[in-house]
């Protein structure tokens, strides 16, 4: 699957939540996560954690780039998620481990998620699916036109996983 996204400190307010409803976006749920990530050569590999849905194993693909970026992901739900995270673990070792409270609205097909990452602080992350009817040039083009209904700049961008800003901040 692809998607469209882009990445950026943002503190969500009343405000906030009176442009979603105005453009027609919809409040999904709020998810407790936790993100457990393996050393691998190409892109990224993790165990998402979540409560109160299934675990997944989700690979992404996609370059540090400020964005909007597309990014190339598989996700699969797993069963017996510490069986999978102890093969991972002993094969790979762990790179990190992100947790999070998310917030998940959703206007068209973009998914819109409000983030409070424990020791970085709040974001907001804005996913366009490519579906049947949207493809790169549309994903593109309705995150953008987020962007500006948000109030986000392209200069505030962040091209990092929260990974590597929480590895970056405990090395330095």
């Known amino acids: 699957m692809i998607n469209i ?3 950026v400190r943002y503190r ?3 405000r906030t939540d009176k442009i979603l409803k105005k453009i027609g976006a919809r409040f999904e749920k709020t998810e407790i996560q936790k993100d457990t990530y393996f050393n691998v050569d190409r892109g990224r590999l993790k165990i998402r954690e979540r409560d109160p849905d299934t675990p997944q194993l989700i690979q992404y693909f996609r370059e540090e780039e400020k964005g909007p970026r597309p990014s190339y992901y598989e996700i699969v739900h797993l069963k017996n998620v510490e069986k999978v995270k102890g093969t991972l673990e002993h ?3 762990i790179r990190g481990v992100v947790k999070k409270r998310r917030e998940i ?3 068209k097909n973009v998914r819109i998620h409000f983030d409070v990452v424990e020791d970085l602080g709040e974001f907001l992350e804005l996913e366009s699916v490519l579906v049947k009817d949207v493809d790169t040039e549309e994903g593109g083009k309705r995150v953008k036109w987020l962007m500006g ?3 986000i700049s392209k200069k505030d961008l962040i091209g990092q ?3 590597d800003l929480l590895i970056e901040r405990f090395s330095g």
């Open 12 to 14: 969500k307010t009343s």
């Open 161 to 163: 996983s929260y990974v």
């Open 105 to 107: 609205w959703v206007w």
């Open 149 to 151: 209904k948000l109030g």
């Open 5 to 7: 996204e882009i990445k």
């Open 91 to 93: 094969e790979h070792g």
